[in-house]
C-alpha cells in the first residue's frame, strides 16, 4: 500500500499569513492526490483534486501543486474560518490512503 | 442538493455484527463509485472500502478484509457496509462519501458513530 507523510503535524499561524502544507508519498502517484479540510465534528471537505484543480466553490486562496511523491497545499492570506485540520489522500491505487492530518492552528 | 445519510450505527459487542447505510438524495447515485471513510476518535481519516457503479469491483483496505462487505442497491439508492467480527479497533465515526469520477471524494455524509466494547 502506499504510505503518505504529511508535514508538519500541527502549525500556529496568524490570520492574513501564508501556510504551506506538505505531503509526501512513498512511491509516485502522479497527480492522483487531493487535500481535504475538516472541521471539529463534521465530514471533511474536498478542496484541490489532480493535486492542483480547485474544487467548485473553493477560494482562490488555496492552491495545491506537486505531481510524484512531493506535493504542497498552499493557503495565502489565512482566514478565521481557515483553522481546522487539513488531509491528503492518494487516489492513485486502492486501498486509498490518506496523510495523518495537520492541524492548522491561531497563534 | 446531494445528500449522503448514513444509518445503522450503535454500541456492538466485540465480535458482534453492524449493517451500515447510507441513502443518497439529489444524486445521480447509480452512475458513481461510492466508498466509506472511518475516523476512530480523536484521530485521523481511514479510507475503509469502495465499490464501483455496478458493484462488480470492490476493494478494501488489508484490516477489515474478510470482515467487511461493501454493497449497494441502485434501485433504492442506497450503499451498505456490512461488519462482522468486530474489535474494538473498529470503534470510530463512519462516513459514505461519492466519487462521481471514481477517485474523488466530492460529496459526504454526516457519519454515523460504531463503538465497539463489553
Known amino acids: 500500500d502506499i504510505q503518505m507523510t504529511q508535514s508538519p503535524s500541527s502549525v500556529s499561524a496568524s490570520v492574513g499569513e501564508r501556510v504551506t502544507i506538505t505531503c509526501r508519498a512513498s512511491?509516485?502517484?502522479?497527480?492522483?492526490l487531493a487535500w481535504f479540510q475538516q472541521k471539529p465534528g463534521k465530514a471533511p471537505n474536498l478542496l484541490i483534486y489532480?493535486?492542483?484543480r480547485l474544487y467548485h466553490g473553493v477560494p482562490s486562496r488555496f492552491s495545491g501543486s506537486g505531481s510524484g511523491t512531493d506535493f504542497i497545499l498552499t493557503i495565502n492570506s489565512l482566514q478565521p474560518e481557515d483553522f481546522a485540520t487539513y488531509y491528503c489522500?492518494?487516489?492513485?491505487?486502492?486501498?486509498?490512503?490518506f496523510g495523518q492530518g495537520t492541524k492548522l492552528e491561531i497563534k | 442538493e446531494v445528500q449522503l445519510v448514513e444509518s445503522g450505527g450503535g454500541l456492538v459487542q466485540p465480535g458482534g455484527s453492524l449493517r451500515l447505510s447510507c441513502a443518497a438524495t439529489?444524486?445521480?447515485?447509480?452512475?458513481?463509485?461510492m466508498s466509506w471513510v472511518r475516523q476512530a476518535p480523536g484521530k485521523g481519516l481511514e479510507w475503509v472500502a469502495n465499490?464501483?457503479?455496478?458493484?462488480?469491483?470492490?476493494y478494501y483496505v488489508d484490516s477489515v478484509k474478510g470482515r467487511f462487505t461493501i454493497s449497494r442497491d441502485n434501485a433504492k439508492s442506497s450503499l451498505y457496509l456490512q461488519m462482522n467480527t468486530l474489535r474494538g479497533d473498529d470503534t470510530a465515526v463512519y462516513y459514505c462519501?461519492?466519487?462521481?469520477?471514481?477517485?474523488?471524494?466530492?460529496?459526504w455524509g454526516q457519519g454515523t458513530l460504531v463503538t465497539v466494547s463489553s
Open positions: 462519501a461519492a466519487a462521481p469520477n471514481k477517485y474523488f471524494l466530492d460529496y
Open positions: 439529489r444524486y445521480t447515485f447509480g452512475g458513481s463509485w
Open positions: 465499490i464501483n457503479a455496478d458493484g462488480s469491483e470492490k
Open positions: 512511491q509516485a502517484i502522479g497527480n492522483w
Open positions: 489532480s493535486a492542483s
Open positions: 489522500q492518494q487516489v492513485a491505487s486502492f486501498p486509498s490512503t
